[in-house]
């Protein structure tokens, strides 16, 4: 076998290896996936719906809020929970997030993993802040209050109207988020980190080292659902760099006040201490003894539990199906190869099979070359003379 042929074969037997490895590899992913695939539908038929706060506020939320019945959050909760036809009117008109942008209440969008860490920021933040309603848009706070021409609130539209026509009405004011009017975190994010923590640098005392009993940053404790944690503003950004970072900024925790009062040189935007210290800002502490938390963030519940595991499934059939598909690419593209190499080889044989041809045409056909040969040789005089000649010729 001439070199160039047996160089093409080795190049097509590589390219059958290959698109061999590659099937067993698709075959591999396709089981992992149906594999993850029943497990979430077992998931489903058991769980049924998922449920995260993407739906409202939890049983449990929803009676913290509803302790303050004459809160607009408390209002918002109460037609949530109504059934009647009315209510569900109210709520296609007041609570629907792709008309008007409410997302929810402050004390519904996030969790807290440790309880005496929630009722801290709890306390931190305040109960009219906990309460407070969360819009996407502008448009979204102007619907929940109208006015007349001296700029008095109509009690008979809006949000009030709503609470009217249930029998109920909101004392006093209250606070709205509007989330496309805060200035985002403008940062990078903990690499691989399914939370999207904001990559805040550590607090650094005048030597440059960190200060002792420094344990994260607030806006970094709050755990979010999924759906909350992109694309939740109309420029994409999660509520962590938006609502949660206007919120706390770069709050600082600490084990003990102790500790946190000897980290005062680094401290510029507040801290707080896991015995009870609060420095509100640089300058200003809030002392005395913590009173209950009225409402507080709740924390990681089974439920919340069996969500994150609900979704690190999905995520993972997203990922394993892109990767059948990155992996049937390059199938095609070894397949390709491979016909282009058996081409390659198939025109080289026809290339001999036309030299031979041409050979046979210059000396004959059909066997002709033989008798050819023969023919010729038998017409050619002896090269050697035999010893008969040589006699006869002395």
Do not use: W
Request: neutral net charge; glycine residues 10%; contains cysteine.
């Amino acid at each position: 076998m001439s070199k160039p042929n047996h160089q093409n074969n080795l190049e097509i037997k590589r390219h059958e290896d290959n698109i061999k490895f590659l099937q067993n590899e698709i075959n591999r992913l396709g089981e992992s996936l149906l594999e993850l695939q029943v497990s979430l539908a077992k998931h489903q038929s058991a769980n049924g719906t998922v449920t995260t706060n993407e739906n409202g506020p939890t049983a449990e939320e929803e009676d913290q809020i509803l302790r303050h019945e004459k809160s607009a959050a408390g209002l918002l909760c109460r037609l949530k929970l109504l059934k009647s036809q009315h209510a569900s009117q109210a709520l296609n008109l007041a609570l629907t997030k792709d008309v008007l942008g409410i997302v929810g209440i402050v004390a519904t969008l996030g969790r807290v993993e440790d309880d005496n860490l929630s009722r801290l920021l709890s306390e931190y933040l305040g109960l009219e802040t906990m309460l407070a309603i969360v819009c996407r848009t502008s448009e979204a706070v102007m619907v929940l209050e109208k006015y007349d021409g001296d700029g008095t609130v109509l009690t008979s539209a809006g949000i009030h109207g709503l609470g009217a026509s249930i029998g109920k009405s909101i004392k006093g004011r209250f606070l709205v988020i509007c989330l496309d009017d805060l200035s985002p975190y403008v940062g990078g994010f903990v690499a691989d980190d399914p939370q999207r923590k904001l990559a805040l640098p550590k607090p650094q005392l005048p030597n440059g080292e960190c200060p002792c009993g420094f344990l994260d940053y607030a806006v970094n404790t709050i755990n979010l659902d999924g759906n909350n944690l992109v694309n939740v503003t109309s420029s994409g950004h999660g509520l962590r760099e938006t609502l949660f970072y206007s919120l706390f900024s770069r709050l600082q925790i600490y084990r003990t006040r102790a500790e946190m009062l000897l980290a005062l040189p680094c401290i510029n935007h507040g801290a707080l201490s896991l015995d009870g210290g609060i420095i509100k800002k640089s300058g200003v502490f809030i002392l005395g003894s913590s009173k209950d938390t009225e409402i507080k963030f709740l924390a990681k519940s089974g439920e919340s539990s069996m969500t994150a595991k609900y979704e690190e499934t999905e995520d993972m059939i997203k990922k394993l199906k892109l990767k059948r598909t990155h992996v049937a690419e390059d199938m095609q593209r070894e397949q390709e190869l491979l016909d282009f190499a058996k081409a390659n080889l198939a025109q080289m044989h026809a290339g001999q099979d036309g030299r031979h041809r041409q050979i046979g045409r210059f000396l004959g056909h059909d066997g002709g070359i033989s008798r050819s040969v023969g023919l010729f040789c038998f017409q050619l005089p002896p090269l050697v003379p035999s010893l008969y000649q040589i006699g006869k010729a002395a």
